[in-house]
């Protein structure tokens, strides 16, 4: 049985993701990523949450890997902070391309998309919108993760001045410790970004009431105006 809204594009490039269509035409995208061993279905639910009216068109991906000990994966732990390069590079250049050609065919530009993650997602979220060459996005989300620190790959921080970023960290988090939160909020600060930043007092989880203020961040994100890019070939450069 086919689960509604559940798609496999064709190509080596594609990713399977899940798609919640807008209300009407859309004003923008919400692109989620789930963290280590969950897939496109465990932050689905939450597209709903951060957009209620259903102004944008919401997916989220399943990350390419298959690793120990189950379900989908972005990159091989090697250790925090630092992702192993081989299966980092193969993610982000897949995640990039099934992006890039997913709002291309939807007539949605980056700069109409607010991309977010939790964990493993967070961290390819922040090499997405701020990974050299990349378009900038309307706005970024990251929870509970890190921005990386990978060989072979580079930020570029320099269109980060302005960009609206929201940060949610657990102060007691085992996996990803609360330093990298600080971590991130440091550089993006420095960079120049407008940052929404909040910890709280749990482990390795989303916080639910970072989660209740988020709603209106989107919609501030990701104003009134046309979805589509005024110039396709400046939104893929």
């Known amino acids: 049985m086919r689960l509604e809204g559940l798609h496999q594009g064709a190509g080596s490039e594609a990713l399977v993701h899940r798609v919640r269509e807008p209300a009407g035409d859309p004003a923008g995208a919400l692109v989620l990523l789930h963290g280590r061993g969950a ?5 689905y639910r939450l597209i709903d949450l951060l957009d209620p009216s259903r102004r944008l068109l919401g997916v989220t991906a399943r990350g390419p890997l298959s690793l120990p000990p189950g379900g989908a994966h972005w990159y091989a732990v090697r250790s925090i902070g630092y992702p192993d390069p081989a299966t980092f590079r193969q993610s982000y250049g897949l995640l990039t391309r099934w992006l890039d050609a997913f709002l291309a065919e939807r007539g949605i530009a980056h700069q109409r998309t607010v991309i977010g993650g939790f964990s493993q997602g967070a961290v390819m979220s922040y ?4 990974g ?3 378009p900038r996005p309307a706005g970024l989300i990251g929870l509970s993760g890190f921005i990386p620190t990978v060989e072979g790959f580079e930020l570029d921080l320099t269109g980060a001045r302005g960009l609206p970023v929201a940060i949610g960290h657990g102060t007691h988090d085992p996996v990803i410790g609360i330093e990298w939160g ?10 120049g970004a407008d940052l929404t930043y909040a910890e709280a007092e749990m482990g390795h ?3 639910p009431g970072f989660l209740a203020g988020l709603p209106a961040w989107v919609q501030t994100s990701t104003p009134p105006g046309p ?3 005024l110039n396709p070939a400046r939104t893929a450069a």
């Open 182 to 191: 600080h971590g991130a909020r440091r550089c993006l600060g420095e960079a």
């Open 205 to 207: 989880q989303i916080d």
């Open 39 to 43: 897939d496109e279905h465990d932050l």
């Open 132 to 134: 050299a060459g990349r």
């Open 227 to 229: 979805g589509r890019p």
């Open 127 to 130: 090499a997405t919108a701020l």
